[in-house]
């Protein structure tokens, strides 16, 4: 099987979200009610997104803007989509040149998530903290492919011959975070996640970390 090559991508990124209302305010009934008329609807959306960079051997950019709405109590329905581009710089060693060999790549996806506050549960610090699960697919293109007479090396003595290969990967993430109100409007996020797919050819290394910024009306 192809070596997946994402994982030192996505290690830190920096999220700016946009809330349309304030956590303090307007607050939804318990877990075992119905949700309040329809007319408060865009009072519980939140949109935003994350910008994530990385430069050096590994050059890569992620932009991943999201949407969630908050159903019943604190509970989060979310959706967020995903568009990576990634530069690998003296990747490879081609043996028939002997040169090494840069490439790059575009990488797509989306995730759908679920997010609970404590905020309802606890009066202390700890109404701050959030459960968090996620499934993401995303979907990108390999430039070599996999071939024991290929005159192309990689990484663990893996041998590749010229051609393109898409490639497609699911993760299961789960953790939490923390939200640290700055003002009456602004709050920084702090994510730690983990990957239960987190097998040989994983695009992510665990833990999983985001830190996030975010500004409420």
Request: glycine share 8%; charged share 15%; proline share 4%.
């Amino acid at each position: 099987m192809t070596r997946i090559v994402l994982k030192p991508l996505l290690f830190l990124s920096l999220s700016l979200a946009v809330f349309s209302q304030s956590y303090a305010q307007d607050t939804l009934p318990s877990l075992s009610a119905k949700p309040r008329n329809p007319d408060n609807f865009w009072k519980r959306v939140t949109v935003g997104g994350n910008l994530g960079f990385q430069f050096g051997s590994v050059t890569g950019i992620t932009v991943a803007p999201e949407a969630r709405v908050r159903t019943i109590d604190q509970l989060y329905v979310g959706v967020r989509f995903t568009y990576q581009y990634i530069h690998y710089k003296n990747y490879l060693y081609d043996l028939k040149s002997q040169n090494y060999l840069s490439f790059q790549s575009n990488v797509f996806g989306g995730s759908l998530y679920l997010r609970y506050y404590l905020s309802s549960l606890f009066e202390n610090s700890l109404r701050n903290v959030f459960a968090h699960v996620e499934y993401e697919y995303l979907v990108y293109e390999w430039p070599y492919i996999q071939d024991v007479n290929g005159n192309i090396q990689g990484a663990g003595n893996t041998y590749y011959s010229k051609g393109n290969e898409v490639i497609r990967f699911n993760s299961f993430f789960i953790g939490g975070g923390y939200r640290q109100p700055v003002s009456s409007h602004f709050s920084m996020e702090f994510l730690l996640l983990f990957n239960l797919n987190d097998t040989y050819n994983s695009p992510y290394t665990n833990p999983i970390f985001r830190l996030g910024v975010g500004y409420g009306f």
